[in-house]
């Protein structure tokens, strides 16, 4: 891992390169250890990063899936959504596991406040699209960024003003009229009293400030990125995507921090493809393969529990992705998943009418299950990962093998 931290240099960033669910909690838990700060920047508790250590499994909302290193400082960013009770819920979880998170917490003032109502509202919007629904995750997502980009947000910096009812009473106002949703106003309230009560001290005015303050002192960050780039709202698969920016400019952007201070980008791809509601999907196996996928990948969703859509690999994705985001290398995930594949098919282009041409690679009916160094692997698992990482053109140097912490290949440059 030495000669990877190097690389990666004192601010890296942890992006999805698919349609989320890639494993970015994976690599972001095993990178924690090293870095001194943890950021989230966008999004809120439409993520679900779920970590395995010592058998037990614990899912990361809204907290930085790093967040189990006692020693790493977790901040949340100006570009998040938070729904207090799932973050206090969140805390309270980790705290009764041993992990004590309110002493290093720093919540950004400027973060929006996702509401009960607009979790009912992002419901009542996907039913009104009826046969057209986006299938979000009904976290409230979309409204509290509607909100947010109508300047009516309630933001963490709000919570102790003493205007806060009025200011609910306003957005419930609207919500009611536009929508038909009722809010309820008091246990609304109820939650900004318990969450300032636990949260409160948390707060902070300018986590851009923050965070160049902590980079100027040497300290290393790492941003995990939630969702990814292919549900970006700019520059993925519109409208099939989520209501943030996910990329690393849309990171940097939800921190106030630089583009130039970010030295390097993990871009995190599975050795397959997976994608959680609607939208276009050009590999998507409806048929046995996407079934044993899914079977052996686990592929349910850790938010929703919604069986995922699987699929094989998309060169021309990850091509772009990667590049979009700067990627200066690759963490392929699960590649355990694909052992028992007689011939593995990867998207080699797509045509104009969206359907898939693809490349066939020979399967290697072995185990790599918890391998740890690239020369165990099969040869046919390693033709595949080089073949890809060649059309791609950014170096795969992590490669995982299966849920634990230490089922990681670490490949030397
Ligand atoms: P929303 O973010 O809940 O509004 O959902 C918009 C789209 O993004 C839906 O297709 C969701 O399934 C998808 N999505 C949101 N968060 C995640 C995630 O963490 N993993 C995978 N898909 C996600």
Known sequence: MQSILKELGQVTAVIGAQWGDEGKGKIT???????????????????????????????????????????????LGAGMVIHLPTLLQEIA???????????????????????????????????????????????????????????????????????????????????????????????????????LRVIGSCVI?????????????????????????LLDIDHGT??????????????????????????????????????????????????EAGERLRKRGGEFGSVTGRPRRCGWFSIPDVRRTARMNGCTMINLTKLDVLDTEHTIPVVSSVAKDGTANYTEFPGWNASTSGMKTWDSLPPNARHYIESIEREIGVPIRLIGTGPGRDDMIVRAA
């Open 29 to 75: 838990d095993i990178l924690g250890q090293y870095f001194s700060i943890m950021a989230r920047a966008c999004s809120g508790a439409n993520a679900g990063h779920t970590i395995v250590v010592n058998g037990q499994k614990y899912v990361f909302r809204l907290l930085p899936a790093g967040s189990l290193h006692q020693n790493v400082s977790i901040v």
């Open 93 to 195: 979880q980790l705290e009764q596991h041993g992990f004590p998170i309110i002493h290093r917490l720093k919540i950004s003032a400027a973060a929006h406040v996702v509401l009960d109502a607009h979790q009912a509202m992002d419901a009542a919007i996907e039913e009104q699209r009826g046969s057209s629904s986006i299938g979000t995750t009904k976290r409230g997502i979309g409204p509290a960024y509607m909100d947010k980009a109508a300047r009516r947000g309630l933001r963490i910096g709000d919570l102790d003003h003493p205007d806060c009812r009025t200011k609910l009473a306003a957005t419930a106002a609207f919500m009611q009229k536009a929508f038909g949703v009722t809010m309820d106003i008091d246990t609304e309230l109820r939650h900004i009293m318990d969450a």
């Open 205 to 229: 005015s300018d986590v851009s400030e923050e965070l160049l303050c902590a980079h100027a002192k040497k300290q290393s960050i790492i941003i995990e990125g939630a969702q990814a780039a």
């Open 238 to 287: 519109y409208p099939y995507v989520t209501s943030s920016a996910t990329t690393s400019a849309g990171a940097l952007q939800g921190l106030g921090l630089p583009p130039m201070i970010l030295n390097s980008c993990i871009g995190v791809a599975k050795a397959y493809c997976t994608r959680v509601g609607a939208g276009e999907f050009p590999s998507e196996d409806h048929g």
